[in-house]
């Protein structure tokens, strides 16, 4: 990846907008962070960001984005060429050919209704802040003569679509021993954390058990897969709208564990939640205000729900920060970590 | 006559492009609400997609690990398919390169006949058996309600120099830790050597470096060897072992290792 310095802030222009910058990565200057905590000691690297209208938008200058603190990709597809294949998922995913790729988009139109496709970003970025693996991600445009059907019948409506792109790989079966030799055993225990943190009732909250969210990718290594975690249409709220609820203390202090198969136990070290634990506590109201302030409004969440879920986020990432461990250590470490 | 049952069969394939959906089958999924059945067959080989992509068509690796996936899956039996539609969901969700194809009617009596009569007929070739998926016979031996209290399952190691995860699925504790891993090695022998190489380093690593609660670990490898590797080939790989100090227990003689964690581990 090739790696330049940011140059010097530019001054604004508010006739054209952002200053557009080349479309490469580039590494971030303590100084030039804008003065948030999370990257104040080190540099980091950055890149581009697409915006909801599912063009090309250039990394802006502001504090604002810097929470990412890690390289996301300049995959951004912006035209949609051919369906490949409809499947029959709960958003009526689509996989499609597009001028990146192919690659899996949900879009509006979808049964689960539009609030489902905010969960799924800000869910995403969530997970990419806190290092787990997931899909290059993006928002792309379908446009009114797209024509993109659903395995159950309807279409795809036009307006911005969540876009992953297809990679090799596989579902998880269910099985421990799939999970021991993959690249990332230590994000075993940070998806659980994670699902926790965002009351993700899609991978493992009994009686749902769906092994298909869990993805093992071919990655890295000739003979290694990286675990990756994908599908987050039911973080927040399962599946149901965003509303002002979701800030209630009673979703915020919520003491269930979410995404603990039972095959995951074996694999979650304690070390390793402790690791994402300490993570975890460091993420910032700033930072889930960044979440939230990339979202469409053709999603339709007013603006009360954003708000609550900006609360719920942060609240709810100080509250498993604090208490995950002693949730996850009578299941998973009874006799101490070794045994 | 005899009385059928309605079933539903559907067709396991590797399936590389979903736009040009060309596919090999490599299985064969069996579902019989009636009957509270459902099992798959699965082709040992790769043969037929040699036949259909070449050899460079395809990844072993990953191919193997979704074959495992789809037997975990259909494996956690009928409870996980109560209804046709919770076999017609796993149907409709797969986008990677293993998918399944649209369920079809049958007529079930016999449904481990049947499935061996589809698999015969619509894949062929050797099937592939629960010892090629898993250790079998060291979950029978190690797994034995008497070595319970004996043989533990722990937490993975990080072996120390080159700080890389270790994986063993059991181990027990007799003044030294002992680290049980079940290892297959390909019947190439290249990779087989580089797989032991590997092992026999980090078994090394352990037993100079690594202490748990005090205790010395080392590490004892079962290996299993595919019926094509040759002899000398499976004899360099234990030479391997035997040059870095790590300890091998074959098969037949896992019964000697359960005896002498009955009389030694504590």
């Given at each position: ?179 021991r030799g993959i690249t ?36 890295e290594a000739a003979r290694s ?115 | ?60 690796f ?94 993975p190691v990080i072996v120390p120099v080159v700080n890389r995860r270790l994986t063993a ?10 680290l049980?891993r079940p290892e297959r090695f390909s019947?190439h022998p290249g990779a087989a050597t580089g797989a032991a190489m590997r092992l026999a380093m980090e078994g090394d690593l352990l037993d100079k470096?690594l ?8 590490l004892i490898i079962?290996p299993f ?11 360099s790989v234990l030479r391997l072992f035997g040059e870095y100090h790590v300890?091998t ?18």
């Amino acid at each position: 990846m090739p790696f330049r310095t940011l140059p010097a802030r530019p001054e604004p222009d508010a006739a054209r907008g952002p200053t557009p910058l080349p479309s490469e990565s580039w590494l971030i200057l303590p100084e030039q962070c804008g003065g948030c905590s999370c990257h104040s000691r080190s540099p980091f690297v950055s890149t581009i960001l697409p915006n909801l209208d599912g063009r090309r938008r250039f990394l802006q200058y502001s504090a604002q984005f810097h929470w990412l603190g890690v390289p996301i990709s300049h995959w951004q597809p912006t035209t949609f060429l051919r369906v490949n294949k409809s499947l029959g998922t709960s958003t009526q995913a689509v996989l499609v050919k597009t001028d990146e790729g192919p690659a899996i988009i949900k879009a509006l139109g979808n049964p689960e209704g539009p609030h489902v496709l905010a969960c799924e970003w800000v869910g995403t970025q969530l997970a990419k802040w806190l290092g787990l693996p997931t899909f290059d991600t993006a928002i792309m445009t379908i446009a009114e003569d797209d024509e993109i059907p659903f395995l159950e019948g309807g279409c795809a409506a036009p307006g911005p679509a969540f876009a992953a792109r297809y990679e090799q790989g596989f579902d998880w079966g269910g099985g421990t021993d799939e999970l021991r030799g993959i690249t990332n055993v230590p994000d075993v225990a940070k998806l659980v954390v994670f699902d926790t943190w965002t009351r993700n009732c899609d991978r493992y909250f009994p009686p749902r058990c769906n092994f298909s969210n869990v993805f093992l990718a071919h990655r890295e290594a000739a003979r290694s897969m990286t675990l990756v975690a994908m599908d987050h249409t039911h973080c927040f709220t399962c599946g149901r709208d965003l509303t002002a609820r979701i800030a209630h203390v009673d979703c915020i202090r919520e003491e269930k564990l979410y995404g603990l198969f039972p095959a995951f136990v074996p694999l979650v070290a304690q070390s390793d939640v402790a690791n994402a634990v300490s993570t975890l506590s460091h993420f910032s109201r700033e930072e889930a205000s960044a979440a939230l302030g990339q979202l469409s409004r053709d999603w339709l969440v007013p603006a009360s729900a954003v708000e609550a879920l900006e609360e719920f986020i942060f609240q709810r990432a100080v509250f498993v920060a604090e208490h995950i461990v002693e949730w996850l250590a009578p299941r998973c470490w009874p006799q101490g970590q070794l045994f | 006559m005899a009385k059928f049952a309605n079933g539903h069969y559907s067709l396991v394939q590797y399936c590389p492009s979903a736009s040009r959906l060309e596919a090999a089958n490599i299985g064969v999924l069996l579902y019989c609400q009636e009957l509270r059945y459902v099992d798959v067959r699965l082709a040992r080989g790769n043969s037929r997609i040699v036949h259909f992509f070449g050899r460079e068509g395809f990844d072993s690796f990953v191919l193997e690990g979704a074959k495992k996936a789809v037997e975990h899956r259909v494996r956690l039996g009928f409870d996980a398919f109560k209804t046709y539609e919770d076999m017609e969901l796993l149907i409709q969700t797969r986008a990677n390169a293993v998918v399944l194809s649209a369920a079809r009617s049958i007529k079930v009596d016999d449904p481990v006949k049947t499935l061996d009569e589809l698999f015969g007929e619509l894949v062929g070739g050797a099937v592939r058996t629960r010892a090629d998926r898993r250790f079998r016979e060291v979950d029978e031996i190690l797994g034995r309600p008497s070595l319970k209290a004996l043989v533990h399952r722990p937490q993975p190691v990080i072996v120390p120099v080159v700080n890389r995860r270790l994986t063993a699925p059991y181990a027990f504790r007799n003044g030294r830790f002992n680290l049980i891993r079940p290892e297959r090695f390909s019947a190439h022998p290249g990779a087989a050597t580089g797989a032991a190489m590997r092992l026999a380093m980090e078994g090394d690593l352990l037993d100079k470096y690594l202490q748990v609660d005090g205790i010395k670990a080392q590490l004892i490898i079962v290996p299993f060897f595919p019926a094509e590797s040759q002899q000398n080939d499976r004899a360099s790989v234990l030479r391997l072992f035997g040059e870095y100090h790590v300890r091998t227990v074959d098969v037949p003689r896992l019964e000697e290792l359960a005896d002498e964690i009955q009389r030694t581990a504590h």
